[in-house]
């Protein structure tokens, strides 16, 4: 595969909850140099400028309802009009449907650009299931742990921000297998759609973490220096 660099790595993360999205995401940004994109970021970055899209889209989460698709475009397309992707950009959680995969590809070709990969996160349901029994989660930052893997250094305490760590109440098994099914049958379409276009790389999201960058060179390539 040729060798591709910072200056064309636009990408799409796909996968199920617990494939290690957010894992891989940060590796890849650390060496490549480009900023992960998450539609949660997104939206609380919209609600807390105050925007009138922020402002919308605050009100629906405020009811603890999903926010519609042409706000959490707008919010996408606002924020990928910002300078800090000119070197490229991966993002988790958008697109999540073909509408969105449709606007983002609108979105891009404004720009005069387009995805260069679109990485799926591929591993089994059950070590999913295993994996995110054990997880926990500061509810202030965001950061993510795993009582196993990634404990953090005082039990139950947030290494970033000194917070109490919750698990939330959808990581359990019941509740993980019902989410499964239903990202399989939603993602389907999507993932058909980039794997018609030559853009899906398939990516183990069960390797050790100090196997990673080296599993993503070999899909993405080296980085320019």
Not at 8 to 35: E, F
Not at 61 to 77: A, K, T, Y
Request: glycine share 10%; with cysteine.
């Amino acid at each position: 595969m040729p060798s591709r660099g910072v200056w064309d790595t636009r990408i799409v993360i796909l996968g199920p909850p617990g494939s290690g999205k957010g894992t891989n995401a940060r590796i890849i940004s650390g060496i490549y140099g480009i900023p992960v994109i998450t539609t949660g970021d997104m939206l609380r970055e919209a609600v807390a400028s105050g925007t009138e899209k922020g402002r919308t889209a605050g009100a629906y989460m405020d009811r603890g309802e999903l926010v519609p698709d042409e706000i959490v475009i707008g919010i996408v397309e606002e924020r990928l009009a910002r300078s800090d992707i000119a070197r490229g950009f991966i993002l988790d959680g958008f697109p999540r449907n073909l509408a969105q995969a449709e606007a983002l590809d609108r979105i891009l070709d404004d720009l005069g650009t387009g995805l260069t990969h679109v990485l799926n996160m591929v591993i089994d349901n059950e070590k999913i299931i295993s994996r995110l029994v054990l997880r926990r989660s500061c509810p202030y930052c965001g950061a993510i742990y795993h009582l196993k893997n990634k404990p953090p250094r005082l039990d139950g305490i947030c290494d970033e921000c000194g917070s109490e760590l919750i698990q939330r109440s959808d990581d359990n098994a019941e509740v993980m297998r019902h989410r499964l099914e239903v990202y399989e049958e939603k993602s389907r379409p999507l993932l058909n759609r980039y794997r018609n276009q030559g853009l899906v790389r398939d990516l183990n999201g069960d390797m050790p973490i100090d196997a990673i960058p080296e599993a993503v060179r070999q899909v993405l390539g080296d980085p320019l220096v």
